[in-house]
Every structure is written in structure tokens, then in C-alpha cells.
């Protein structure tokens, strides 16, 4: 019902940028919260940022300071600026979006992206 599209990872060196995006379709009435989580070999599921439909914002302590998320309402587009990357930000991204399906709140569902992989290295 609702499909997540990722872009912009790739490969970075050390001290680089990359500006991730994410644009949510489908059946939607109303977003309530997007976000970027990673995910590094081995390690488990972890949030990046997060904003809401009324741009409140709340980062991961790795986060803060060098990546701003922002989002698009009119879009449902999700964007992460993501600035002085290190190799310990090596992962794979996932775009996630809370949202309604309609005016009810049992109709409140929680999506995924397929991910999108960056990579830090020298």
C-alpha cells in the first residue's frame, strides 16, 4: 500500500557528505513521523534521526552535530544531509515512515525502506 524509495548512498571518503532522500507513495492521509535508521554487519537496527510531521526532530547521540534530517510534507520526502562522515558511519540506511492510511488511528501503520548502503572508507 505504501512503498519507500531511498537514494544518494554510496561510497564517501573520511570527512565527506552525502545527502540521503527518501519519498514515501502511496495510500496515505497523513504522515506522522519519518526517519532514518542504519544498520553496520553485525551490529543490530539503530535510529539516525527522526522528524516529525510537524518538524520536531530528534537525533542519535553519533548524529548530532553532523547530520540534519529534513522533510518535504507536500512530498512525503524525507532528506538526511549527512556532513564529516567517518568509517564508523559505514552501514546499511533504511528509510522509515509512520503514517495513516486514514482518519482513524488504528489506522496507523509503520513502513520500510529497502535500504540504502554507505560506505566510508579511504
Known amino acids: 500500500q505504501v512503498r519507500l524509495v531511498e537514494s544518494g548512498g554510496g561510497l564517501v571518503q573520511p570527512g565527506g557528505s552525502l545527502r540521503l532522500s527518501c519519498a514515501a507513495s502511496?495510500?496515505?492521509?497523513?504522515?506522522?513521523?519519518m526517519g532514518w535508521y542504519r544498520q553496520a554487519p553485525g551490529k543490530q537496527r539503530e535510529l539516525v534521526a527522526r522528524?516529525?510531521?510537524?518538524?520536531?526532530?530528534n537525533y542519535a547521540g553519533s548524529a548530532e552535530g553532523r547530520f540534519t534530517i529534513s522533510g518535504d510534507n507536500a512530498k512525503n520526502t524525507v532528506y538526511l544531509q549527512m556532513n564529516s562522515l567517518s568509517p564508523e558511519d559505514t552501514a546499511v540506511y533504511y528509510c522509515?515512515?509512520?503514517?495513516?492510511?486514514?482518519?482513524?488511528?488504528?489506522?496507523?501503520?509503520?513502513?520500510w525502506g529497502q535500504g540504502t548502503q554507505v560506505n566510508v572508507s579511504s
Open positions: 502511496g495510500s496515505i492521509y497523513r504522515m506522522r513521523t
Open positions: 522528524i516529525t510531521n510537524g518538524g520536531s526532530t
Open positions: 522509515s515512515a509512520e503514517l495513516y492510511h486514514s482518519i482513524m488511528s488504528s489506522s496507523l501503520r509503520t513502513y
